[in-house]
T-cell receptor, first 115, second 112 residues
Framework: DVKVTQSSRYLVKRTGEKVFLECVQDMDHENMFWYRQDPGLGLRLIYF???????EKGDIPEGYSVSREKKERFSLILESASTNQTSMYLC??????????????FGDGTRLSIL | AQRVTQPEKLLSVFKGAPVELKCNYSYSGSPELFWYVQYSRQRLQLLLRHISRESIKGFTADLNKGETSFHLKKPFAQEEDSAMYYC??????????????FGQGTILTVHP
C-alpha cells in the first residue's frame, strides 16, 4: 500500500517566518504534488514535480516555493508566511505509467495556522 | 483553461434514497475524469475513474461528453457514504504528469 507521509498534522507559525512542510512517499513515484484545501474552493494545486530537481508551477504558486532533491521527498516552502496562507496543505504522489494518468495518493494533510 | 464545477456544496439525503452528485467540466482537449472521496478523519482517496467503467461501493459515474458532465450516482445511499466528494479532471493524453484540476467539493450527508 502506498504511504505518503507529511511531517506534521498541525503547525502554528508567525507572520513573516519561513515555513517548511515536508512530504515523503515510499513507492518510488515520479510525480509529487502540493495542494491547499480551503472550504468552498476545493483543492488548488500549488506546485508539482515530475522528477528529481524538476518542478512546475500550479495554479496558485505565489508566496510558495518547492524543493525536490530526492525522489521520495518533496518540500513546500513558505518564504515569508502570511495569514492568508492559513490552510490545510495536502501532499500527493503518483506513478507515471504508459502515458496514462495514474491515481494520486494523498497524505493526511498539515493544518497550518499563521498568526 | 480547464475547469471543474460541482454546483452543490451540501447535499442531504435519507438512507435508502438515490443520490446524485453533480460534476460539470470545461476542457478543450480529451479529458480523464475522477471522483475522490474524503471520509471523516481519513485521507483523500480515489473512489473511481471513468476509464475503469466500474462500480465502487455501489457508486457509478458516466462521462457524458455532449453535456460535459461526470455525475456520481448511487441508487440506495448508506450512512457510511457521508463524506466530502471531489470531482477531478486531467488530460487523458498523460502529458500533464497526472496533474489534476479539482472541483469545489460536495459534502454528502446521509441521514438514518
Amino acid at each position: 500500500d502506498v504511504k505518503v507521509t507529511q511531517s506534521s498534522r498541525y503547525l502554528v507559525k508567525r507572520t513573516g517566518e519561513k515555513v517548511f512542510l515536508e512530504c515523503v512517499q515510499d513507492m518510488d513515484h515520479e510525480n509529487m504534488f502540493w495542494y491547499r484545501q480551503d472550504p468552498g474552493l476545493g483543492l488548488r494545486l500549488i506546485y508539482f514535480s515530475y522528477d528529481v530537481k524538476m518542478k512546475e508551477k500550479g495554479d496558485i504558486p505565489e508566496g510558495y516555493s518547492v524543493s525536490r532533491e530526492k525522489k521520495e521527498r518533496f518540500s513546500l516552502i513558505l518564504e515569508s508566511a502570511s495569514t492568508n496562507q492559513t490552510s490545510m496543505y495536502l501532499c500527493a504522489s503518483s506513478l507515471t505509467y504508459g502515458g496514462g494518468n495514474q491515481p494520486q495518493h494523498f497524505g493526511d494533510g498539515t493544518r497550518l495556522s499563521i498568526l | 483553461a480547464q475547469r471543474v464545477t460541482q454546483p452543490e456544496k451540501l447535499l442531504s439525503v435519507f438512507k435508502g434514497a438515490p443520490v446524485e452528485l453533480k460534476c460539470n467540466y470545461s476542457y478543450s482537449g480529451s479529458p480523464e475524469l475522477f471522483w475522490y472521496v474524503q471520509y471523516s478523519r481519513q485521507r483523500l482517496q480515489l473512489l473511481l475513474r471513468h476509464i475503469s467503467r466500474e462500480s465502487i461501493k455501489g457508486f457509478t459515474a458516466d462521462l457524458n461528453k455532449g453535456e460535459t458532465s461526470f455525475h456520481l450516482k448511487k441508487p440506495f445511499a448508506q450512512e457510511e457514504d457521508s463524506a466530502m466528494y471531489y470531482c477531478a479532471l486531467s488530460n487523458a493524453g498523460g502529458t500533464s504528469y497526472g496533474k489534476l484540476t479539482f472541483g469545489q467539493g460536495t459534502i454528502l450527508t446521509v441521514h438514518p
